[in-house]
T-cell receptor, first 116, second 116 residues
């Protein structure tokens, strides 16, 4: 099956710094990628949808300037948490969709971000 | 607007018991997809099943079975003869068409504890 990787799997950063998380589709080209955030013992909340070569579409309530998403190639999307604060500590999960399979998503293993 | 409700927050059973996880959804679309995912403590989502709105046939896969009823907008998941390894959080998800693509939202999840 299709594989999606995320890097890093976990990261600790200091408050005020920026952190970049990568999401890669390893064996397929993903025209669409999604970013989710999951707080402890809560559900996955969709943050944004990114399409290769265009600007990401953010869900209501998600700050575009804080969570920068770049989908520069068909196999890579990045999420940068800018000026991180402790409340940004969360589990970030990406997923990728193959062209033509509008309903199928393949999820990455997630990145645990801790802001101190 | 799409919505997924998993009313059971936590369920605790003893090994070998059968357990059913409930999922009720709301959608205005006639074409949509329903999913179940398992999230073990590692955090990585494990895909269990996908059902499209035109296929109400129930499915059995080993100890797992799913009951899809459009009349009640439900997509329930039963684990027969539960095992300790089934302990995890289970998410029901709904994907419906939006702006040319499909967006997936998740229910709140049901945390299943299987005791030996």
């Amino acid at each position: 099956g299709a594989v999606v990787s995320q890097h890093p799997s976990w990261v600790i950063c200091k408050s005020g710094t920026s952190v970049k998380i990568e999401c890669r589709s390893l064996d397929f080209q993903a025209t669409t990628m999604f970013w989710y955030r999951q707080f402890p013992k809560q559900s996955l909340m969709l943050m944004a949808t990114s399409n290769e070569g265009s600007k990401a579409t953010y869900e209501q309530g998600v700050e575009k300037d804080k969570f920068l998403i770049n989908h520069a190639s068909l196999t890579l999307s990045t999420l940068t948490v800018t000026s991180a604060h402790p409340e940004d500590s969360s589990f970030y999960i990406c997923s990728a969709r193959e062209p033509g399979l509008r309903y199928e998503q393949y999820f990455g293993p997630g990145t645990r971000l801790t802001v101190t | 607007a799409q919505k997924v409700t998993q009313a059971q927050t936590e369920i605790s059973v003893v090994e070998k018991e059968d357990v059913t996880l409930d999922c009720v959804y709301e959608t205005r679309d006639t074409t949509y997809y329903l999913f179940w995912y398992k999230q073990p403590p590692s955090g990585e989502l494990v895909f269990l099943i996908r059902r499209n709105s035109f296929d109400e046939q129930n499915e059995i896969s080993g100890r797992y079975s799913w009951n899809f009823q459009k009349s009640t907008s439900s997509f329930n998941f039963t684990i027969t003869a539960s095992q300790v390894v089934d302990s995890a959080v289970y998410f029901c998800a709904l994907s419906e068409a939006t702006g040319g693509g499909f967006k997936t939202i998740f229910g709140a999840g049901t945390r299943l504890f299987v005791k030996a």
